[in-house]
């Protein structure tokens, strides 16, 4: 297991994009861990999907981290993961469950993690386990090809008073842009869940279920990440780094509003306790 708690997980982008199968992440000791700080466990189903800029962007707001692969380490119990989960993506399918035999598993600590009311962020392929955890449906490869870029995501009235997406959602337009890298697709979100955000494309961008949160959008990926899985998908790495960033200045800003709204989510929580 990872049982040490820590006050940030940076990934090492440059080692990363030159051999994945260096360690992913670089970890960083900032001091004595103090008991009174928030702690938030990502976990990471793919070598290939890291938390990149997510991992600073935590640190800065000044939460305890840490990062589980799950293809090589047991899924912890739900006591076990903190104040806060993050689900990242990955590049497998929510239906590859006989390949990773954690995904399964994964779905039913989800569940569980709403249960006990703990704030989850689930990210794409993390977002499509959420939906189906509850009963939603997901397709595989979708037939229009999904979204690979930058897109805009349009806000409801819900997002514009949800704790993790009010700060992001309450612009003039009610919309925002967003990375994007998927070709499956949430089709039916899970009974009694609260639609957050849609792109033109796909309707079920974002949503709500308890305590989770899922996003098929990518807030944590910079330029150089998306052009590195452009590059793992046959496509012009390049130009997907130069139309991403492109709308760095406002992606950056949008993916460190809801890392922050996250981390304040877990301090309002804990003082509320």
Known sequence: MCPLWLCAVILDTVSWLHNPRNTLV????????????SR?????????????RFGPWLASNRVLVRAIPLWRHELPEVTALGDGVIVLGGTMSAHD?????????????????VEADVPVLAICLG?????????GEVTVAE???????VFPVSWTGAATVDPLLALVANTPARTSVFAESHSDVVTKLPTGAALLGSSAAYRNQAFRI????????HPEASPELMGRWA???GNNAREMRRCVQAKDNDLSRNGRLL??????DLRSRARAA
Not at 97 to 113: D, F, I, T, Y
Not at 210 to 217: K, L, N, R, W
């Open 127 to 135: 977002h499509q386990l959420l939906a189906e955890a509850f009963g």
């Open 97 to 113: 469950g006989a390949e990773h035999s954690w995904l399964e598993p994964l779905k039913q600590r989800m569940v569980e993690l």
């Open 210 to 217: 308890g305590s989770a949160v899922g996003v098929q959008f």
């Open 143 to 149: 037939p229009n090809g999904g979204e690979h870029g």
């Open 26 to 37: 670089r970890l960083i000791f900032y001091g004595v861990v103090m008991p009174n700080l």
């Open 259 to 264: 890392a922050s709204s996250f981390c304040t």
């Open 231 to 233: 590059e793992l998908d």
């Open 40 to 52: 938030v466990t990502i976990l990471q189903p793919d070598p290939q999907v890291p938390i990149d």
